[in-house]
T-cell receptor
């Protein structure tokens, strides 16, 4: 089955700096890669996703890049703000098939310091 | 507005008890999931269901079972709770080929 590895497990940046979180996946058939943000005490929520037919996607201060050959994808947050502090999870799945189940990475605790 | 609800936010049970965690979604989604979340281990899939009365094992099904008698409801059952099942349990639902939504979670403590 699919295996997703995520690094780093913790990341501390100064406000205004950029943050990068990296994930690798094992199953070359995976073609959908979402990123979830979980604030303290709250449920995970989708912040951005990318499908395998594109290499990069941006939404304001966040972007995701995908390298299918190397089987890795990354989340980039620019101009970080205190409200970006949260746990971020990457995930991978195949969009076809029953369940379309996501396999998650182990999470990155991002702390944005003032 | 998307809504996934779970029956309890906090639950305390004794070792050996039978425990039911309920999840309800009002979006007519085909797929529903149960995860447990533990520090450093991320979100691990216990069971999922892609249709009524259908269930599939996830990565860590041992000690759990599930029931999906109606499309909107997916139940997680701990037949005989043990202390190593103390965890945060998250339910989720999604339609095919679209975003997955999570419930608020149930923090279960087994003493």
């Amino acid at each position: 089955g699919e295996n997703v590895e995520q690094h780093p497990s913790t990341l501390s940046v100064q406000e205004g700096d950029s943050a990068v979180i990296k994930c690798t996946y094992s199953d070359s058939a995976s073609n959908y890669f979402p990123w979830y943000k979980q604030e303290l005490g709250k449920r995970p929520q989708l912040i951005i996703d990318i499908r395998s037919n594109v290499g990069e996607k941006k939404d304001q201060r966040i972007a995701v890049t995908l390298n299918k050959t190397a089987k890795h994808f990354s989340l980039h947050i620019t101009e970080t703000q205190p409200e970006d502090s949260a746990v971020y999870f990457c995930a991978a799945s195949m969009t076809a098939g029953g369940g379309n189940k996501l396999t998650f990475g182990t999470g990155t605790q991002l702390k944005v310091e003032l | 507005d998307v809504k996934v609800t779970q029956s309890s936010r906090y639950l305390v049970k004794r070792t050996g008890e039978k425990v039911f965690l309920e999840c309800v979604q009002d979006m007519d989604h085909e797929n529903m999931f149960w995860y447990r979340q533990d520090p450093g281990l991320g979100l691990r899939l216990i069971y999922f269901s892609y249709d009524v009365k259908m269930k599939e094992k996830g990565d860590i099904p041992e000690g759990y079972s599930v029931s999906r008698e109606k499309k909107e409801r997916f139940s997680l059952i701990l037949e005989s709770a043990s202390t190593n099942q103390t965890s945060m349990y998250l339910c989720a639902s999604k339609p095919d080929r679209a975003e997955q939504y999570f419930g608020p979670g149930t923090r279960l403590t087994v003493t």
